[in-house]
């Protein structure tokens, strides 16, 4: 018996709770080498200096090893923030085929990054790049073509490239591959099939994919029992990702004991953790978790708050309704000062 009613969760026998969704297209610095740093408006000055640092970076025995250099000179000075060297180094190399220099510039334009941001620009060397077999370029590129955006919507041609993209090793890839095979085959055998993409992605640290795979392990029938044991450490890890449908559905699983021993205390921070977040389900869950003193001590302002939270918020519970209206006026006034401080954060 679960602690929480039937609307407390989402929790699909058969399919993902969460609805399919791609990924944002502008994923820029996962998908390429990491944290870039502001240019400053002076880009002559920045511009030189990265490229005095290029230059002495730069290796003087073989003159084989040029073209490569020239483009990893040019992701160099993009990890550091000097936009406009890193378009100076890639555009040769892009014009000359290089499909990791055409991947950059894609990127600087998406994101006008030293130079005026140019989606057509940006769609022309996607495409060049996702034809010479860039993984990341035949995702982005893939992307605009399923949306339709900047680019002629070719859902066909869309499939095909995030296939690809997915064989080649592309975590976003692989899951949104993964979602394109659930919404054409709906139902367990649809999911099994897309299985080892889910897996995949989720092993490379997407969250989604992380929650997905523990709907699938948990729910699926079919899936093989050792899999399943591990739906909760997937959930966790999606939880722990950042994605705060998980950290809701992880606190569920923690108090509900599914996938694992019940665990009330853990259960009630990571449903905190949700709640602080601004997940409406979770806010109403910690009006209920203070009421029944489940992982907490129970305090009646503080359920009347999180209860006020998840009122505005349009979640209509006519349990909760009836308790707060046994609350004593100066209750009341607490709550509502209470739940006004926390929406000024």
């Given amino acids: 018996m679960s602690d929480f009613d039937d609307r407390s969760s989402c929790r699909p ?28 408006s002076n880009g002559g000055d920045a511009a030189t200096a990265a490229a005095g640092d290029a230059k002495s970076d730069r290796p003087a025995t073989n003159a084989a090893t040029a073209p490569t250099d020239a483009t990893a000179r040019a992701f160099g ?25 055409q991947t950059l510039l ?11 941001r140019n989606m057509d620009d940006a769609a022309f ?8 077999g860039d993984a990341a370029a035949q995702f982005k590129y893939g992307v ?19 296939k690809l993209a997915a064989d080649a090793g592309n975590a976003f890839a692989q899951f949104n591959h993964a979602q394109a095979l659930v919404s054409k ?4 055998a649809g999911i099994l099939e897309a299985l080892p993409y889910f897996e995949k992605a989720a092993e490379q640290g997407v ?46 699983w923690l108090i509900d004991g599914i996938g694992g021993p019940k665990d009330y205390e853990n259960g009630f921070r990571w449903m905190k953790v949700a709640a602080t977040r601004g997940n409406v ?17 129970g305090d009646p302002v503080e359920a009347a708050k999180w209860y006020i939270l998840s009122r505005r918020a349009g979640y209509d519970d006519r349990s909760l309704d009836d308790f707060y209206q046994g609350l004593t006026e100066e209750e009341q006034k607490q709550a509502i000062d209470a739940a006004n401080k926390f929406g000024k954060r």
């Fill in 207 to 252: 969250p989604d994919a992380q929650y997905a795979l523990a709907q699938i392990y948990s729910n699926t029938v079919g899936v093989p029992d050792e899999k399943r044991a591990r739906a909760r450490e997937f959930m966790e890890k999606a939880a722990r990702g950042g994605f705060d449908t998980a950290q809701l559905d992880y606190a569920m």
């Fill in 144 to 162: 605009m073509l399923l949306e339709g955006r900047h680019v002629k919507a070719d859902p066909a041609k869309a499939e095909e490239l995030m």
């Fill in 13 to 40: 026998t058969a399919m993902l709770c969460r609805s399919f969704r791609l990924l944002p297209l502008a994923v820029m610095l996962a998908l390429l080498c990491g944290t870039a740093f502001a240019q400053d």
């Fill in 106 to 116: 894609a990127e600087l334009f998406a994101a006008g990054l030293g130079v005026a």
């Fill in 281 to 297: 389900v979770a806010q109403n869950r910690m009006a209920v978790l203070h009421i029944n003193a489940i992982g907490t001590s």
């Fill in 185 to 188: 085959k709906p139902g367990d």
């Fill in 125 to 132: 060397w996607y495409k060049q790049a996702a034809e010479s």
């Fill in 77 to 101: 000075a993009f990890q550091r923030g000097y936009y406009l060297t890193a378009m100076e180094l890639a555009l040769p190399r892009a014009q000359l085929g290089d499909p990791a220099a």
